[in-house]
């Protein structure tokens, strides 16, 4: 069974920037392409970015296009969302999961199992 963990949140201020990890542990990132997801309170989950499994090909929302870089480290298994001039409609609970991609839209390998994801928030 995969295992992902999430961390790097934190509370900063509009403009600020943090850096996320996704940490995959029972399986390599070779095996599997990698998203990440948020929810707002209120709001439903919507996909935020994705990194393929080979070829490393990336994928963003539109609303973070510009201001956010996913990128992946192999040898410490590990994914990162680089997020940079944070705006408060960021604030949300960010999760990373397995995905699969439709063209070039991703969605979870496993809806119904999510991590306890980590707490952006982005406030004055």
């Known amino acids: 069974q995969v295992q992902l963990v999430e961390s790097g949140g934190g509370l900063v201020q509009p403009g600020g920037s943090l850096r996320l990890s996704c940490a995959a542990s029972r399986f390599t990132l070779d095996s599997y392409a990698i998203g990440w997801f948020r929810q707002a309170p209120g709001k439903e989950r919507e996909g935020v970015s994705a990194?393929?499994?080979?070829?490393?090909?990336?994928y963003y929302a539109e609303s973070v296009k510009g201001r956010f870089t996913i990128s992946k480290d192999k040898a410490k298994n590990t994914v990162y969302l680089q997020m940079n001039s944070l705006k408060p409609e960021d604030t949300a609970v960010y999760y990373c999961?397995?995905?699969?991609?439709?063209?070039?839209?991703?969605?979870?390998?496993?809806?119904?199992?999510w991590g306890q994801g980590t707490q952006v928030t982005v406030s004055s």
């Open positions: 990194i393929s499994r080979q070829d490393g090909r990336t």
């Open positions: 999961a397995t995905v699969f991609f439709v063209g070039n839209i991703w969605r979870p390998r496993d809806s119904n199992s």
